[in-house]
């Protein structure tokens, strides 16, 4: 079965800098999709990013923006330009290829933004 | 905005008593998942549904039962409830776009058992 671990419960960044969260995936397959999701203090599930294991390009959506390792099995997210409406917890989750296939999330990871 | 409703979005309820969570779609997506949320395991899957009538276990379905009679709607039930399933229930559904692939998820459900 597939796993995912995020080994930073909480991260901190000043507000316009640039953090990087980390997420590490276990899994015997060669094709997948990997993705971050935010979650606000309303509890909802937003989609930040999402990468195609076959695509060798980095993703990127405005100031978000993955390091995508496949070798390593590594899909990290970096944010940039930080802002305080990043505060959140964000979850790197795992889905297998192939129509109707389940996420698997890892633990999650607090983001704190200072100003 | 996926359209996907989550009812009722909290409810308090005591042990040993039946409870049924209801997630309604609008969007005519033929997958349909249950999660549960707890501090430290992220989220985890409950149960899963790949059609009217086809369900299927997740990894935490254990004192948990689902239905689907159909396309929009799936219910999780609790058949006896116990204060080790207090948490918060995510309904999602995926998006069949060629492109999509993606999962999107209701605003919860917050259950309290006491």
């Known amino acids: 079965a597939q796993t995912v671990t995020q080994s930073q419960p909480e991260m901190s960044v000043q507000e316009a800098e640039t953090v990087t969260l980390s997420c590490t995936y276990d899994t015997s397959e060669s094709d997948y999709y990997l993705f971050w999701y935010k979650q606000p203090p309303s509890r909802q599930m937003i989609l930040v990013i999402r990468q195609e294991a076959y695509k060798q390009q980095n993703a990127t959506e405005n100031r978000f923006s993955v390091n995508f390792q496949k070798a390593a099995k590594s899909f990290s997210l970096k944010i940039s330009d930080s802002q305080l409406g990043d505060a959140a917890m964000y979850f790197c989750?795992?889905?297998?290829?192939?129509?109707?296939?389940?996420?698997?999330f890892g633990a999650g990871t607090i983001l704190r933004v200072k100003s | 905005d996926a359209g996907i409703t989550q009812s009722p979005r909290h409810k308090v309820t005591e042990t040993g008593t039946p409870v049924t969570l209801r997630c309604h779609q609008t969007e005519n997506h033929r997958y349909m998942y249950w999660y549960r949320q707890d501090p430290g395991h992220g989220l985890r899957l409950i149960h899963y549904s790949y059609g009217v009538k086809d369900t299927d276990k997740g990894e935490v379905s254990d004192g948990y039962s689902v239905s689907r009679s159909k396309t929009e709607d799936f219910l999780l039930t609790l058949e006896s409830a116990t204060s080790s399933q207090t948490s918060v229930y995510f309904c999602a559904i995926s998006d069949p776009s060629p492109v999509g692939n993606t999962i999107y998820f209701g605003e919860g459900s917050w259950l309290t058992v006491v």
């Open positions: 989750a795992y889905r297998s290829a192939g129509y109707g296939n389940k996420l698997v």
